[in-house]
């Protein structure tokens, strides 16, 4: 389970997030939504360490993520919305160096990079330089590098950009048997089709707060003069 | 016309914006300038001395348009290998140049856009060093006012041929040699030629330090007159210019002037319709890269299980050698040192070097020690894989924060990477002092092991002054090294903290003997890091997550 408990984050002269408060359930896969500048993009990262919690405490599946760092990382598998990763490694030097950081046993790194690339079509392109990939093979390898070490949650900020069909089926698969194991994954996305056929619960954020919460049949349910989800996501965050 | 004008400004608009630029790097260009002048002031004094030296030799016997030719030959050199490296990045291998073809321009407005910088720094060197020897050459000659007027037509228009003909023959070597699949290569070799440039000026000077300020030049030319008229005449821009400049006053010199003119336009036509038909033929596919097929028959080798000290530390040392700017920046520069003085003592002749060593080993302990010890200071002091540590993962430097590593381990990784480079320039001088100086090894010991604190103290310096003020936001690696005072201030700190150091050694009556010296030279290197490796830490804890 995550809890984001009453999580405040200031920039100068702007307020990110405001006294934010989230439960995310076990064995869900939760969306997480909002207009641009909304405060997502903040939320994941404090959830995920990259940026310090002002005020408020975020637990990951009962580590502090501000006093247990670390360990609260390692349960974590982040996949970031932007694929600056270390582009002058090989594919393979830059799994190996995932699976270095996530103590992967030898004989387990093996076999996961090998099932998991050729999963994502990018196993022949394993031993060129990251920097010559397409947006889309960055994505996968940092797909791929995410799962070496099985994590329990797995936060994708807009997963499946740039992914293509078959490789966009096979992470929502993917993310549908994880949740099925009782684990979580949580990811935040611009495209409403994916959260309508894909989450079990939605978020949507705007202007640093929560607007609503809940599951799909809810929120069909609470705005019932709304038959999809596009309509109802514009009038939630329309002062946006 | 009017979108050439546009594409113009918005490059150099771009190029020369301070936008983004914090006060401190303002204040940076400011102390740059200022720190500057000493030395303009340098070099305009050595020019006249030269000149007036050569033209007081040289007049006599008829021959003061050789010191003219020599000058425009020496430009027009300057000028070729300065554009070569500038036309190749700003045309080919800048990052914004797949959004500029993207826009409806032609190509020759394109080129000519992307010309605006490598020629406004053409004219930068151009009036540092033409524009004076000009002036200088008409004081000595006493000259009239035509002469000056013609000086300044000339001086506006020297750039312009060799600037056109080396980018004509990069555009041509582009468009068929095929060098995309080899972009990283081509940016390592203009890199090592740089170096190579540097090595060969220096040469060159040595050459000429027979004589003082010019007169070894003026033998030198006096012998090789015939050499020198061939060498201006494959140069035909030098060879007017001169002769334009000698005779203002005659038909010949003002017939020359306008065929230099004629000779400007025509080439600046030439170069609008060579890169209006080779330009996007060499640009286009650059951004592509070479693909291989993984084949997994060394996938056992390649996932090999590391401690996460040293695969950070791996991933460091494989992106400063496959980043050509790295690599050159970072690798060639810490070699450089060692290797010029390795070149320049083998340069020296046999005889020389083995009165070098019987002068150094005439010595007392002492000495040897802490002249052997500045030496290293001023080599390692100059480690640009320390003040880049931070700034090198530009926008990747996020993936550190969210993985489950300690800041102190990716710090430590980055403080090894700049030790272990020192470490192959302190290899490197070793051979020399052990093997050409014949220092004997107790001194060499102690020698190596002061360097290795030194090396320590030293990448601390510059990984500190990166961490607290990191350039991540790069769209080019160069960005990382240029405009940035980030070096100069190094250098700075470690002359300070290794001046006192050296200043009290060698003065204080009480260090007279090798053992009391190496007790406080250690002693002050220990507590110089015990404080670098405590601050270290306070700057990682308060900076590291708000390096982006």
Redesign the interface.
Known sequence: MIELINVTKNYPGKTAVQDLSLTIPDGKIFGFLGPNGAGKSTTIKMMTGILPIDEGTIMVNGKDMKKDTLSAKRIIGYVPDRSDIFLRLKGIEYLNFIADVYDVPKEVRETKITELTKKFGIYEALDDHIQTYSHGMKQKIVVSGVLLHDPDIWILDEPLTGLDPKSSYTLKEMMREHANKGKIVFFSTHVLEVVEQLCDEVAIINHGQIQFQGNMADMKQQYQENDNLERLFLELTQNG | MGKMWTILKIMVKMQLSMAGKSNSEKAGYGFLFVFMIPFGILILYTLNTMIGTLYTNLSPTGNENVILGLLFVFITFIFIFVSLSTVLSSFYFAEDVESFIALPFHPYQIVIGKSAIPFLSLYGINTILLLPSLVFYGIHSESGLLYYLFAIIIWLITPVLPFVATAIVVMFIMRFANISKNKDRTKVIVGLLGFAFAIGINVLLRLDSEGSNGAGMTELITEQNALLSLVTKFFPNAYLSSITLTDPNSITGLSFLLLLLGVAVLSIILFMTVGQQWYFKGVLGLS???????K?TD??K???????LY?LWQ?EI??IL??PTFFTQIVVQSLFFPLFIVIILLLEGNGSLSDMATMINGWADKTKLLTLFAFTIIGLGINPASFSSISRD???W??H??????PNTVIMSKLLVSFFLNGLSLIILSVVVLFFLNVPWGIWSLWFIASLCVSWVTSIIGLLLDLYQPKMNWTDEREVFKGRMIGLFAIGIDVIVFGVLLVILWFAPIFSNTASTSLFLFSYLLICVGIGQWYLRKMTKDKY?SVI
Not at chain 2, 302 to 308: V, W
Not at chain 2, 401 to 406: A, C, S
Request: proline share 3%.
């Open positions: 592509g890269g070479k693909r291989s097929t993984f997994g996938l056992t390649q996932t090999k299980k590391k401690s996460l695969s991933k494989k992106t496959r980043t530009g926008k990747s996020f993936n924060l969210y993985l489950p590593i300690t997550t």
